[in-house]
């Protein structure tokens, strides 16, 4: 709760921060791209918990800093041949993130078995690593890859997969 004797020093502090605001001379992390409108937020709130009445508790922050959810392929091997040397895939994602992996093609039970779910490290990094069934033919292939966070947000990212003969992944 906020005390009578506050008021008006708060409201003072917001006046100021709402002027620093509106003259463009508020210059910090927060004015980035990645954080854009973050200031302006923060001001609404201080200021509705200025105006809260005092016998009511000042509203819960709603701003969050987190970055949205992200997935992005950060390497896969390619080309490769069928039954060859193995693929391996890299993605990064939020930490804690679940990532899922769907192949383009029909692949034998190597692909099933080394193809699970599996959650990111503390750096966001999860990676796969398979050999492309010797019936799989000679093609570009989609590599799907789905994140998804702890708090239920999702995002995808594609990459190709190129299965090409022996000789021509050694040119």
């Known amino acids: 709760m906020l005390r009578t004797s506050k008021k008006p020093f708060l409201i003072l502090a917001a006046l100021v921060v709402l002027a ?3 003259t463009g001379c508020f210059n910090s992390a927060a004015d980035t791209e990645e954080n854009a409108g973050l200031p ?3 001001e609404l709130q201080a200021q509705a918990a200025i105006e809260a009445e005092d016998n009511q508790d000042i509203p819960a922050s709603t701003t969050t800093t987190e970055k949205p959810m ?3 392929v950060v390497s896969a091997t390619s080309p490769v041949s069928p039954g060859g040397d193995p693929v391996t895939v890299f993605i990064q994602t939020k930490p804690g993130a679940t990532g899922e992996i769907e ?3 029909e692949g034998g039970p190597n ?3 080394a193809l699970y779910s599996k959650q990111a490290n503390a750096s966001g990094m ?3 690593t398979w050999t492309v069934d010797p ?3 000679y093609g570009a292939y989609p590599i799907i890859v789905t994140a998804k966070s702890l708090d239920g947000q999702t995002a995808v990212a594609k990459s ?3 299965v090409k003969s022996a000789e021509e992944c050694k040119s």
């Open 70 to 72: 992200f997935v992005k």
């Open 40 to 42: 302006i937020e923060q």
């Open 103 to 105: 192949l383009g093609y």
């Open 20 to 22: 620093i605001a509106a």
């Open 135 to 137: 019936s799989v033919p």
């Open 126 to 128: 999860i990676s796969w």
């Open 160 to 162: 190709t997969l190129e």
């Open 111 to 113: 692909e099933e078995e």
